[in-house]
């Protein structure tokens, strides 16, 4: 059942992605101050290091966005999850819109560029795939279906993140004329 979920919401999500691609990306134009830097960036031309910057970028916003959602548990505020999660994935929309708008080089480079830099989704999708199925409980009759639940969820948010990096960076924009 849990499979089932998982696979619903990645083909859902990807689904969004797929047809609200081309509207997003014209949001952040070809002027933009981050693409700017980064086209005119040498080191950025090496799908080899671009793709490394771009699994940096990714690590530091997932860790981050973690540390925020851990920071206001403590807090009593409510629903400020849903806006620490909303205000991650446009920063990571944004983020990878540019990159990807930055590259020039040939459009195998930017596959690798892109499945390098997405590959960090992957390795933590992985990681909570793992934590799923060697889950155990702490204490004797513990109910570990809201542990599973979150883990579920977690599997989903990095596959879907994976999918919409890859996408924004590796496969999204034409050549230019």
């Not at 031309?45 to 959602?69: D, E, K, M, P, Y």
């Not at 990878?96 to 020039?104: D, L, N, T, V």
């Not at 690798?112 to 997405?118: E, N």
């Not at 542990?147 to 879907?160: C, F, K, Q």
């Amino acid at each position: 059942m849990a499979f089932i979920f998982i696979l619903a919401f990645c083909l859902l999500g990807m689904l969004f992605i797929l047809f609200m691609k081309n509207p997003i990306i014209k949001m952040v134009g070809d002027d933009n101050v981050l693409v700017n830097h980064l086209k005119n960036a040498k080191w950025f031309q090496n799908h080899w290091r671009s793709g490394i910057f771009l699994f940096c970028l990714n690590a530091v916003l997932f860790f981050s966005t973690i540390f925020l959602l851990y920071g206001f548990m403590h807090f009593l505020i409510p629903y400020i999850h849903f806006l620490v999660m909303a205000m991650a994935a446009i920063l990571s929309l944004y983020l990878w819109i540019g990159i990807g708008k930055a590259w020039r080089g040939t459009k195998r480079n930017r596959l690798k560029m892109g499945a390098l830099g997405s590959s960090f989704f992957i390795l933590m999708s992985l990681f909570f795939l793992y934590k799923l199925v060697t889950i155990k409980p702490l204490y004797p009759g513990e109910d570990l279906f809201m542990r599973e639940i979150g883990l579920d969820l977690a599997i989903v948010v990095t596959t879907v993140a994976f999918i919409s990096c890859f996408l924004f960076t590796g496969v999204s924009h034409k050549k230019e004329r």
